[in-house]
């Protein structure tokens, strides 16, 4: 467990989509998709909240109740990193 503060890039959450999630996606699609609904690569609610989970456990800290309710990759990296480097 680290407490480092660090952004989720892109090609991380494509990595966490695979792990928590069982969804494959390559990084620069999601890069160019950035703004497509979760829904179109196959992630759901259920699946972000697996992921959330992950980044909790990497970074010893919660982060807001509403990220597993993002419906993009751009939403959700917004309020991923601004939670981490406000420490909210």
């Keep these: 467990m680290t407490t480092d ?3 989720v890039t892109v090609a991380e ?7 928590a999630a069982g969804v494959s996606v390559d990084p620069h699609e999601l890069q160019s998709r950035v703004d497509t609904p979760f829904a179109e690569f ?4 259920l699946g972000l909240l697996g ?3 992950e980044l909790e456990n990497r970074h010893g800290r919660a982060l807001p109740t509403d990220a597993e309710r993002c419906k993009s990759p751009r939403d959700f990296l ?3 990193n ?5 420490g909210a």
Excluded at 13 to 19: G, R
Aim: glycine content about 12%; hydrophobic content about 50%; aromatic content about 0%.
């Design 5 to 7: 503060v660090t952004q």
């Design 13 to 19: 959450l494509a990595t966490l989509m695979k792990k």
């Design 42 to 45: 196959g992630l759901d609610s």
């Design 51 to 53: 992921i959330v989970g």
């Design 78 to 80: 917004d309020l991923v």
């Design 82 to 86: 601004g939670a981490l480097t406000t």
